[in-house]
Structures are given as structure tokens and as C-alpha cells.
């Protein structure tokens, strides 16, 4: 578990060394599922990695928002429960204020990566962040 978490992390490390000019200050628009209809797809390794900065803060269960807002955003702050944790897709999301979508050439190599290490882990592709980290906490 602990070489799989490595090998995410080191792909959100390798991300975030690229010349690519990001402005996330974590306006939350990209937290808002239902509002945009979009949700980030995890693969198990990102899952995993989720789910290990969710129960560090202490938390089991993960919550389920009326709103159909990312369940890691808290109500009362706005703020990203794992942010330092937060998947792939949350680092190269489309939010227009912060820099748009980054190209996927420009992090196939990434994603090659991610997957990789998705099937190592006997998944079969990303799935909606909700249930890939509901799969992950029950992983132990």
C-alpha cells in the first residue's frame, strides 16, 4: 500500500514540476458536481491516496452533500478536506479563473502512469470520485 500511495504521489509531484501556469485559489467552482455536471474520475491508485488524506483527518464515513458537491468540500469553510491529497483531475480541472483545462497531451505520459497503476491494483479504469473513494475506504 504505502509503494502504491508513493507512485500517485510521485505523478502529482511530476505534475506539478511541468511549466504550466496554474491559478487555483481554491475558488471551489470545480467542487460543485451538480452544478457543472462534472465529476472527477479516479483511478484505484488516486482512490487510495484520496481516502488515506481523508481518514488522516480522522474522518471515516465519507459524507453525502445535499448539494451534490464534492464530498471532501466542507460547508462551513469552502475548503478542500484533502487538498494536499486531491486527485488528478482536481489538479488539471477545467476552472476557466484558474488556467482551464490542461491538455491532455500535455499529461498523457501522467495519466499512462495513473492507469498503470490502476491495473496493477486489478481495477478497470476510473470511476466517479464518490464511489472510487467509498471503494477505497473499504479497502481498510
Given at each position: 500500500m504505502k509503494a502504491t500511495l508513493a507512485s500517485v504521489r510521485s505523478v502529482y509531484t511530476d505534475?506539478?514540476?511541468?511549466?504550466?501556469?496554474?491559478?487555483?485559489l481554491r475558488r471551489t467552482e470545480c467542487c460543485q458536481f451538480?452544478?457543472?455536471?462534472?465529476?472527477?474520475?479516479?483511478?484505484?491508485?488516486?482512490?487510495l491516496v484520496a481516502a488515506h488524506g481523508?481518514?488522516?483527518?480522522?474522518?471515516?464515513?465519507l459524507p453525502e452533500p445535499q448539494d451534490g458537491s464534492c464530498p471532501f468540500l466542507l460547508p462551513q469553510n469552502q475548503k478542500c478536506l484533502i487538498y494536499e491529497s486531491r486527485p488528478f483531475g482536481c489538479r488539471t480541472h477545467f476552472c476557466q479563473p484558474a488556467g482551464g483545462p490542461l491538455e491532455r497531451k500535455d499529461?498523457?505520459?501522467?495519466?499512462?502512469?495513473?492507469?498503470?497503476?490502476?491495473?496493477?491494483?486489478?481495477?478497470?479504469?476510473?470511476?466517479?470520485?464518490?464511489?472510487?473513494?467509498?471503494?477505497?475506504?473499504?479497502?481498510?
Amino acid at each position: 500500500m504505502k509503494a502504491t500511495l508513493a507512485s500517485v504521489r510521485s505523478v502529482y509531484t511530476d505534475l506539478a514540476r511541468r511549466p504550466v501556469r496554474r491559478d487555483c485559489l481554491r475558488r471551489t467552482e470545480c467542487c460543485q458536481f451538480k452544478r457543472t455536471g462534472k465529476t472527477p474520475q479516479l483511478t484505484r491508485g488516486e482512490a487510495l491516496v484520496a481516502a488515506h488524506g481523508f481518514r488522516s483527518t480522522g474522518r471515516k464515513h465519507l459524507p453525502e452533500p445535499q448539494d451534490g458537491s464534492c464530498p471532501f468540500l466542507l460547508p462551513q469553510n469552502q475548503k478542500c478536506l484533502i487538498y494536499e491529497s486531491r486527485p488528478f483531475g482536481c489538479r488539471t480541472h477545467f476552472c476557466q479563473p484558474a488556467g482551464g483545462p490542461l491538455e491532455r497531451k500535455d499529461v498523457l505520459d501522467l495519466i499512462r502512469r495513473l492507469e498503470q497503476i490502476d491495473t496493477e491494483l486489478g481495477g478497470d479504469g476510473p470511476h466517479a470520485l464518490p464511489q472510487a473513494v467509498a471503494w477505497a475506504l473499504d479497502q481498510g
